[in-house]
């Protein structure tokens, strides 16, 4: 009778670790994806352009809380001091976008229509 117990106390305690185990390993996978999917962002930000917003997310993507929490802090007090430069990132952002859209026929054809839109808007402001 007391080996019975036992054994039922033993699987009970397996299958108890088992899953606990499975769970753990699911949180670990979840953790992990969030963290390639900040660098992979960061790999796509730098392609247009951004400097600072990669450094972040790829302190982030390794495991390096602190380092991403000292760079966010350096930028929001950028942003305080001097939000020129903050400018100065997104203007160089927007001309290597406009550069991708302009090697496309398509992206040319949308760049024409909103440099027409922009230009009869103009136009009819003024002689309003």
Known sequence: ???QEKTVVLVLGCMVAYFVARQI???????TNRHKGAVRLAEWARGYGLTRLPNILLDYGTGDFVGAAEQIEEFVQLLEKAPGEVEKEFDSVFMNVLAKKLATQTGLAVVQAAVTDATKSKSTSTAS
């Open 1 to 3: 009778m007391f080996l």
């Open 25 to 31: 390993v699911t949180w670990y996978r979840q953790i």
